[in-house]
């Protein structure tokens, strides 16, 4: 895991650059010289900030995964058990503005996956777990006070996540060049529609009496 490094613009632009190639190339496909010159800095200048390649992996991660928590106002819908009209939107927004703003970051865990396995997984306690439990609770808590469909949170919580971060690249691929929103609000307004017509309880028609004939 990740050694503390001092904090200075040249550890950013290093772990930026590193973010960057990781990303598109792999762990094992990218190399601290290629990072080097991408960032504008010697190898030498790279290992003064960070003693291994690996610690520069996870921290590159790291500052991306920093700003991917619940906001406040979501945070307190949730408190409050608000409604999933209400609070899905803001979900799904925050989903959007990763996917918009940090385009890396699912890139970078799903190489921390294929490429750290365990480490992968102790990783995303630390910084996913938090975030994804939180919604599964509140998934789980309209479930059982009948706002939601009576379904699996955990497998809910996996669904609403997904369709967030794949959705904009599987859209591209059947429309070729479209962005299917306009910004991160519109994405979120309307994942939040579809999920809810999905998951709204399925109201039943009224039973029609059943007269018998007689002949």
Request: charged fraction near 25%; glycine fraction near 4%; include cysteine.
């Amino acid at each position: 895991m990740p050694l503390d490094t001092r904090n200075t613009a040249t550890t950013e632009k290093i772990a930026l650059a590193a973010a960057h190639l990781f990303a598109r190339q792999g762990y094992h496909g990218t190399s601290t010289r290629e990072i080097a010159r991408l960032a504008d800095v010697s190898e030498n200048t790279l290992f003064r900030h960070f003693d291994h390649k690996e610690d520069l992996f996870w921290s590159a991660l790291r500052t991306h995964s920093s700003g991917l928590k619940l906001r406040r106002d979501v945070q307190e819908g949730i408190a409050k058990c608000d409604s999933p009209e209400v609070v899905f939107p803001k979900f799904f927004e925050l989903l959007a503005d990763t996917v918009n703003f940090r385009p890396e970051l699912p890139r970078l865990i799903a190489v921390a996956f294929l490429e750290f396995n365990w480490k992968a997984n102790s990783f995303c306690q630390e910084h996913l777990s938090p975030l994804l439990s939180a919604i599964s609770r509140y998934v789980e808590t309209n479930i059982k006070s009948g706002r939601l469909r009576d379904l699996d949170p955990t497998m809910v919580t996996a669904a609403l996540t997904m369709t967030a971060l794949m959705h904009p690249g599987i859209s591209r691929l059947i429309d070729a060049g479209s962005l299917p929103f306009t910004d991160s609000r519109d994405a979120g307004r309307a994942y939040a529609k579809f999920w809810l017509d999905v998951l709204a309880p399925a109201i039943l028609p009224f039973p029609r009496s059943v007269t018998s004939r007689t002949d």
